[in-house]
């Protein structure tokens, strides 16, 4: 028997809007599900998510995007990882790598055989000499990573683009695969009497959209999860005090790095984001320990080369919806939360929202939305939120930078459970618990944890299974296959002229 397709309505376009509708297009039977986005060339988007994290490769994946067109279409480069200056104290700094650090010998994870190493005398390199990523970095370096390389080499990677240029390249995508697109905005939206869902919007020219389930990407606003339905706010900003972000491009630098830059400021942090044709800054900063003009000075002072244009300020507040999905709408990006950017997570929670959305749409053929389904949309939502906000805070809590108020203030909070629990785990024997759901890996947690000067008490004792001179061999051995394998890889540069026609865009910017 024949259904009527379910008409799936985004309101919002962006990188939210547009990756939903391109994952939905690429992915639903057009025969049972229509799809429209509503966005408006007059309300401006946020921009956010120009460095990513390497999940987005599995997204572009999906959509069977070609490499080297998505990054000569939105000025890519590549990411290893993220450079962390004096976050915890002046002059200090350390690399969270997308790889991992040595390997497992005998089911026991590598940091307990490098702390047993270091207690026992033996005086093995730094943690991060036995990461590809993390010397690579060090190095400007950069190459595909080889599949059939020993595991102690894995490493993967992101991408640094315009985000702008993203949305673009996607609503060119999705339009070309059925996604209609309606320009207009909302002015009004109608419930169903009885059940409470979405049925109708009205847009500012008049015209009426009716739909059966509804995708929330209008960014901040929230205008369907938050206004019309009432899905409550989680403020978490007593934890991620940063309310304030000063963005602005600036010309390209010649350190050309596959890894995103944070430092750490007196209120906050400033990122860099080298991409192809310029890079990308912003400082991130507590309102309440320096003034905005005071912060837009800031970041003008520590830029690389000359401001393309005027800073641009956003307003924010840490936290997320309390239900994600709430009757027939679902918020995707930030209309069902916002964490800063400290790690680059912002696409990555717009991707897996959708990835979760889709498991779990309803079918044109049942009646009215299965609350099983959507309370396993929040369960999954409010895990991830949740780890990667316990991983923000921890940079924040893990900090010398005394005498300076917001990084005592933070230093000095009360954590939240969960954290209190990995750090307590960590200091007494090492351990990072992994789990299945939800954000980061184990060794991101160890390059933060031990980056910022964190130290266990004692180590895995399944470890003191490999002789100490056994142990001492295969550390070196280690390192040496580690080295060699960064010294062989050309520059970042190279890779991005050779991959993405780098070099005929540069002058084809340079004439236009």
Not at 33 to 42: A, F, G, N
Not at 156 to 185: P, S
Not at 315 to 324: E, I, L, Q, V
Request: glycine share 8%; net charge neutral.
């Amino acid at each position: 028997m024949a259904h009527t397709p379910l008409h799936i309505v985004i309101v919002g376009g962006g990188s939210a809007g547009w990756m939903c509708a391109a994952a939905c297009a690429q992915v639903l039977n057009p025969q049972r599900y229509r799809l429209t986005l509503i966005e408006s060339d007059d309300i401006g988007t946020v921009g956010v998510g120009e460095a990513t994290l390497p999940a987005l490769r599995d997204f572009n994946t999906l959509l069977r995007i070609d490499e080297s067109q998505f990054m000569r279409e939105t000025r890519a480069t590549f990411k290893l990882g993220i450079e962390f200056r004096d976050w915890d104290s002046p002059g200090e700094h350390y690399v969270h790598p997308f790889g991992s650090f040595g390997q497992l010998w005998g089911g026991v994870e590598f940091q307990h055989h490098w702390m047993r190493a270091r207690q026992r005398g033996l005086n093995p390199a730094p943690l991060e000499e036995y990461s590809c990523a993390v010397r690579a970095c060090r190095r400007n370096a950069f190459d595909f990573p080889d599949l059939k390389a020993p595991r102690s080499t894995f490493y993967g990677y992101a991408y640094h683009f315009d985000a702008g240029l993203y949305a673009q390249f996607l609503r060119t995508w999705a339009r070309a695969r059925g996604v209609k697109r309606v320009e207009g905005q909302v002015v009004d939206v109608a419930l169903n009497g009885e059940s409470g869902n979405l049925t109708t919007l009205t847009l500012k020219s008049g015209q009426k959209i009716d739909g059966d389930f509804f995708v929330d990407a209008s960014g901040f606003r929230s205008l369907l999860l938050g206004d019309k339905l009432g899905s409550a706010w989680e403020d978490w900003s007593h934890w991620l005090p940063c309310d304030r972000a000063w963005a602005v491009p600036c010309e390209r630098s010649a350190d050309f790095t596959p890894f995103t830059r944070s430092i750490a400021q007196r209120a906050g942090w400033i990122w860099r984001i080298p991409l192809q044709h310029r890079t990308g800054n912003g400082y991130v900063f507590a309102s309440r320990f320096v003034s905005e003009d005071e912060a837009r000075a800031t970041l003008l002072g520590r830029l690389d080369g000359h401001a393309l244009g005027e800073p641009r300020l956003l307003r924010f507040r840490a936290g997320r919806r309390t239900n994600a999905w709430k009757r027939n709408c679902v918020g995707i990006g930030l209309a069902s939360g916002f964490l800063e950017p400290l790690e680059s997570t912002s696409l990555f929670l717009i991707q897996q929202g959708v990835q979760d959305m889709l498991r779990l749409l309803p079918a044109p053929e049942t009646c009215g939305i299965d609350e099983r389904l959507s309370g396993e949309f929040n369960r999954l939502s409010d895990a991830l939120y949740e780890r990667i906000r316990d991983f923000l805070i921890l940079h924040y809590v893990a900090n010398r930078r005394h005498g300076e108020p917001l990084w005592d203030l933070v230093r000095n909070y009360p954590l939240p459970a969960s954290l209190a629990h990995k750090l307590g785990l960590f200091a007494s024997r090492g351990h990072v618990p992994y789990f299945k759901d939800g954000f980061f890996s184990r060794d991101s947690w160890l390059a933060v944890l031990f980056g910022q000067g964190l130290t266990p008490r004692a180590y895995d004792r399944l470890a003191d299974f490999i002789p100490l001179d056994d142990l001492d061999a295969k550390l070196r051995v280690l390192h040496t296959r580690v080295a060699t394998h960064v010294d062989g890889m050309p520059s970042h540069a190279d890779v991005v002229a050779r991959h993405c026609g780098e070099a005929a865009l540069l002058r084809q910017v340079a004439m236009t």
